[in-house]
């Protein structure tokens, strides 16, 4: 059948990391087993209203129990790498203080098998699910967070350091800002641009924290992953350039440059108004930790307008009329990858590079779909394989490639509806099936 399936894109060198990514909460299930605390995910999804469908990831693709097999589809898949994130609360149940010995035992088994099965594992620490025992002590509010996320990072890393050799800090620090501290859209529900700014100087800092505890753990490349979005202005007027340039520094730098160049970017005072609160040069010197990668997630680009009237800050986004979408409404944009990789490399200096996450939700993958075709998918693929190619010759160090996702999971707020696996699957029986993308990122990963 393989010979249907449209040619990889070739051209990446030998040693090319290619991987796939899921996360814990969005795959796992079993959210009280073996001694797991709750999560602030648990207590945010339950709620009614918060989720589509009034989902939640009690159950997830139950990868909790049925982890060998996902192992095996990555083995029939070719991949040499697996992004995961462990769940705070089983290593930490109460987020601090005790140890859950087989919350551990979980990643410990997963580690092996994966290593058995030659693939690499990259850990990431935080994708969003902060146990809800801290939340009740202020989660990321509280400046304490920084060396609670340091000692979780050091359980995790006295388990598994001798093996895991790639650690990500944090996933998507924005998006818990923004979306979590802000908007309210995700966990933990909160709205204010003083929770927002607290939450993003104490995950700057916690990440920091966590680069410092993890480094005495043994030899291992560490990393962030950020999402990044090019912030294009919807006309040449002074005001949506300007619009462009804030939105560009509110998504793109908030986090990149404390990190890296250990400052805030100017506009901050701007975007932020009456609740700025700079972090001061002691917490950004302990930020600002040599790291060793940076993990880029890349979907789609957007469009900005300065809009006076707009709140919480000065501009809104454009839809592209009559350009492709996918179906989380987000503009199908490949050349931006190229745009926003050349653009870290540019602003950030050589750092070694990875995304860490891109990939596609797509309707036409519903219970009845033809799983044997899947063009749309292998296209999106195929297309940001190309303009990651086309960094690369433009002298990026790109290192790696994880698509999201592995298998269709629980999409936050729009809960199960939204399907972005190369593996389908059936959440009623938990049954697996590969989409003909998951045959295509096979011949990609021999050929390409
Ligand atoms: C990213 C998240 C990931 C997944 C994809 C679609 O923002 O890191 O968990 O939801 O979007």
């Not at 990889?8 to 996360?23: D, I, K, L, R, Y």
């Not at 814990?24 to 339950?46: C, M, N, T, V």
């Not at 025992?133 to 989660?139: E, I, K, S, T």
């Not at 204010?192 to 924290?209: E, M, V």
Request: aromatic share 12%; charged share 25%; net charge negative.
């Amino acid at each position: 059948m393989s010979s249907e399936l449209p040619p990889a894109v070739e051209g990446f060198p030998h040693n090319f990391v290619w991987g796939v990514a899921t996360s814990a909460y969005q795959i796992e299930g079993s959210p009280e087993a073996d001694g797991k605390g709750l999560s602030i995910w648990d207590a945010f999804s339950r709620m009614p209203g918060n989720i589509a469908g009034n989902h939640n990831g009690d159950v997830a693709c139950d990868h909790y129990r049925r982890w060998r097999e996902d192992v095996a589809l990555m083995r029939q898949l070719g991949v040499r790498a697996y992004r995961f994130s462990i769940a705070w609360s089983r290593v930490l149940p109460e987020g601090t203080g005790r140890v859950n010995r087989r919350g551990l035992d979980f990643y410990d088994e997963l580690v092996d098998e994966l290593l058995s099965q030659n693939i690499q594992p990259y850990a990431t620490l935080y994708h969003w699910d902060m146990p809800w025992a801290l939340d009740a002590r202020g989660g990321w509010l509280n400046r304490d967070c920084a060396g609670w996320f340091a000692e979780y990072a050091e359980a995790a890393g006295r388990r598994l350091a001798d093996r895991v050799r790639h650690w990500i800090t944090l996933n998507e620090p924005w998006v818990v800002a923004d979306q979590g501290h802000l908007r309210g859209a995700l966990a933990p529900g909160r709205r204010s641009k003083y929770d927002a700014r607290a939450a993003a100087n104490n995950q700057l800092r916690a990440h920091g924290a966590a680069v410092a505890a993890l480094r005495t753990a043994g030899p291992m490349q560490l990393g962030v992953a950020v999402n990044l979005t090019p912030q294009h202005p919807a006309s040449d007027s002074p005001a949506d350039r300007n619009a462009a340039r804030l939105a560009h520094a509110y998504v793109n730098r908030q986090f990149l440059d404390p990190i890296l160049l250990g400052r805030h970017p100017d506009e901050m005072a701007e975007l932020y108004g009456p609740a700025w609160r700079p972090l001061d040069d002691a917490d950004l010197a302990a930020v600002r930790q040599p790291i060793d990668f940076v993990g880029v997630n890349y979907y789609l680009r957007e469009v900005v307008q300065a809009d006076a009237a707009a709140t919480p800050f000065p501009f809104r986004t454009v839809k592209q009329a009559g350009r492709p979408h996918t179906a989380m409404g987000w503009e199908v944009y490949p050349a931006g990858l190229t745009e926003i990789l050349q653009w870290v490399h540019r602003e950030y200096g050589a750092v070694p590079l990875y995304i860490t996450e891109n990939g596609v939700a797509l309707d036409d993958m519903e219970p009845g779909g033809d799983l044997a075709a899947d063009p749309d998918r292998v296209a999106y693929l195929r297309d940001h394989l190309e303009s990651a190619l086309a960094a690369m010759r433009a002298g990026v160090d790109l290192r790696g490639y994880f698509l999201w996702s592995l298998l269709d999971n629980f999409e936050w707020q729009f809960g199960y509806g939204k399907r972005f696996g190369v593996v389908y699957v059936d959440f009623a029986s938990g049954r697996r099936t590969l989409k003909a993308s998951a045959r295509w990122y096979r011949r990609q990963i021999e050929q390409g």
